[in-house]
């Protein structure tokens, strides 16, 4: 029986599998992330990572969330995959990775990790969706991945799983849906932030893109500047750089801590 070998990692709570498929071994990329990630049968994980080899760039990086189905980016993702590229050889501290939502350039520097992110689209400012016949004033960024924002006063009295869950597959958002964060403004360098991540479908304790999403919308909401700290649900702390260019966003970066946490080795079945 084939033997899969693995590699287990974090960063600000959000956790991967990765594999190593530049020869191509692996097959059935989907199912093999349903069952590596199922954490009461396996290794449990929020998502998938496969490294694949890149024309372009010095890996490629293709993530599968814990449903099989595969996402565009992670922004925490890339941070692990950086870390572990850089610790296996595979990439320099220095490099550069292919995604199917355009090339990322990551440094990594001892357990502290900075994504520079592909630039953000689709920006919807201030519009009103009906959930239960309830009007939820929102915000909407594509970070790599979509993500509606919604701020509130009290993060520990949101419902995120459900919430989420309808704002997650609201036709508005049809056909691919999107993430929910719910964010709450510290002061004008600090937010919280909570997210129901889509593919996941449940709350995560972090998820890159949402932090950075989150933190785009609110520093024009609330006239914030770039560095904007972001605290997960795990309590742990991202950093979000950028520059704002006539309404629009540039040369974006995610940073924070990751870990490789063990690795290992699972049947192939």
Do not use: Q
């Not at 692996?26 to 449990?44: E, F, I």
């Not at 595969?70 to 870390?83: D, K, Q």
């Not at 400012?125 to 919604?150: A, D, E, Q, R």
């Not at 702390?237 to 520059?243: A, E, I, R």
């Amino acid at each position: 029986m084939a033997m899969i070998k693995f590699t287990k990692a974090v960063a600000t709570g959000n956790d991967f599998v990765i594999v190593d498929n530049r020869g191509g071994g692996l097959k059935k990329l989907s199912g093999l992330a349903r069952m590596m990630c199922d954490r009461n049968r396996a290794v449990g994980a929020d998502g998938l990572l496969v490294v694949e080899r890149s024309k372009e760039c010095d890996f490629r990086m293709r993530i599968f969330n814990s449903d099989g189905s595969e996402a565009e980016m992670c922004g925490n993702g890339s941070r692990c995959a950086a870390l572990y590229a850089s610790s296996k050889g595979i990439a320099k501290n220095k490099m550069t990775i292919d995604t199917m939502a355009g090339a990322l350039k990551a440094e990594v520097n001892g357990d502290v990790v900075k994504v520079m992110l592909t630039e953000p689209k689709d920006i919807r400012w201030n519009f009103c969706l009906m959930i239960h016949k309830c009007p939820y004033k929102l915000s909407f960024v594509n970070t790599g991945v979509p993500h509606v924002i919604h701020f509130v006063d009290d993060l520990d009295k949101i419902n995120v799983m459900e919430l989420g869950s309808h704002m997650r597959n609201h036709g508005e958002f049809a056909p691919a849906g999107t993430n929910a964060d719910f964010v709450k403004i510290i002061d004008k360098r600090n937010i919280k932030v909570r997210t129901y991540e889509r593919g996941v479908e449940d709350e995560t304790l972090a998820c890159g893109t949402g932090s950075v999403a989150s933190a785009l919308i609110a520093s024009e909401a609330e006239k914030m500047n770039s560095p904007v700290t972001v605290e997960t649900r795990s309590g742990e702390k991202l950093k979000v750089y950028f520059d704002k260019v006539g309404g629009n966003f540039k040369n974006v970066y995610l940073e924070g801590k990751a870990k490789l946490v063990f690795e290992g080795e699972m049947n192939n079945v």
